[in-house]
């Protein structure tokens, strides 16, 4: 019998997806990794996952499924592979997207390495994304259920690791999922779903950036493109490009932030159509299923966004 390690964060999508496997066969536990000390980083614990609630949450679960169940402390990697990560982002005009790095280096790396010492053959989560092998490479392809597909989430997912990865719930809509958990009475089956990222659940990054740091980010200056100042920003942590509310600016027209330049602290805006381009740099790419990337491509520039088609050019190493 196969075994699969079940990561629970104590919301309803893990709970079905540790549902799932059991089902399947699979020898399953439940594993919650613990990714930092609310008290460290100054919030609540009824306001974050990691939660004790969160916790005994997927303990329920766990024991109704008659499964053992797990807390992995990884802390440590949490605070240097992703906290870390996200507070210099901001502080060099970026704006990320700790999940990936979390997905990256914990879930699909650390987990996946302790699931080999334990013994267990796959590691299970409650993305909505699937994983098929077409006879010769594993193939990460998005959700049946296009409005809650979480692929982008995984681009960085090597053959190695998706070969031992699940994804249970790739081939259900959210609603079907709710109708699963509260047909086998899980704790979790109505319980909201986080928008927030999970170490600011308040949404406020500068004022967690700042209280994290100690830093102040000094006040520097908005101007147009012709380096006309227009007036003074509050730092540049508080700011990400195609921002418009929050600029605190009396001007005739919206404006919108084009661009962030940390080296001199000034924010470059400009109206809607000074946002557009033809073409722009992006890098980290992963080329999951092939050794060269294709020279057209279907991409999407935001998640809810329409797809489109693109010609991708190589600039330098893992830049296009």
């Known amino acids: 019998m196969p075994k699969a390690m079940i ?20 020898e399953c536990a439940g594993i919650t990794m613990k990714l930092f000390d609310n008290e460290d980083i100054g919030i609540g614990r009824e306001k974050t996952c990691c939660s004790v609630e969160d916790v005994e ?11 053992p169940y797990y807390v992995f402390n990884f802390s440590s990697d949490f605070n240097t592979q992703v906290i870390d990560k996200f507070i ?23 987990l996946l390495s302790r699931r080999k010492e334990l013994g267990y053959d796959f590691v299970a ?55 699963i958990a509260e047909e086998n009475g899980f704790v979790t089956a109505r319980k909201r ?10 949404g406020d990054y500068a004022k967690f950036i700042e209280t994290r740091t100690g830093k102040h980010y000094p006040y520097g200056n908005f101007v147009d493109r012709s380096g006309n100042v227009l007036g003074e920003h509050k730092g540049i942590i508080r700011y990400t ?25 000034t924010i470059v805006l400009g109206d809607n159509t000074q946002l557009l381009s033809k073409s722009f740099n992006t890098s980290d790419f992963n080329w ?12 999407k520039l935001q998640t809810s966004g329409a797809v489109g088609n693109s010609n991708i050019f190589r600039s330098h190493f893992n830049t296009y």
Request: aromatic share 10%.
């Open 241 to 265: 490009v195609g921002q418009r509310k929050g600029l605190s600016l009396s001007l005739p027209q919206p404006l919108y932030v084009c661009e962030e330049r940390p080296e001199d602290n």
């Open 288 to 299: 999951i299923a092939c050794d060269v990337p294709p020279g057209e491509s279907q991409d």
């Open 125 to 179: 989560t409650g993305h909505y994304a699937r994983i098929e092998f077409d006879g010769s490479r594993y193939l990460l392809k998005k959700a049946m259920d296009g409005a809650k597909d979480q692929s982008y989430v995984l681009y960085m997912m090597k053959q190695e690791q998706l070969s031992h990865v699940l994804f249970p719930l790739g081939t259900y809509c959210k609603a079907e999922t709710r109708k």
């Open 57 to 67: 949450d997927a303990r329920s679960v766990a024991y109704k499924l008659g499964i």
């Open 7 to 26: 990561a629970m964060s104590g919301g309803v999508d893990s709970s079905v997806a540790a549902f799932l496997c059991v089902s399947a066969g699979y």
């Open 88 to 110: 210099s982002a901001y502080e060099c005009g970026s704006t990320p997207n700790p999940c990936i790095d979390c997905n990256r280096y914990l879930k699909f790396n650390k």
């Open 193 to 202: 779903e986080s928008q927030d990222i999970c170490f600011v659940p308040d």
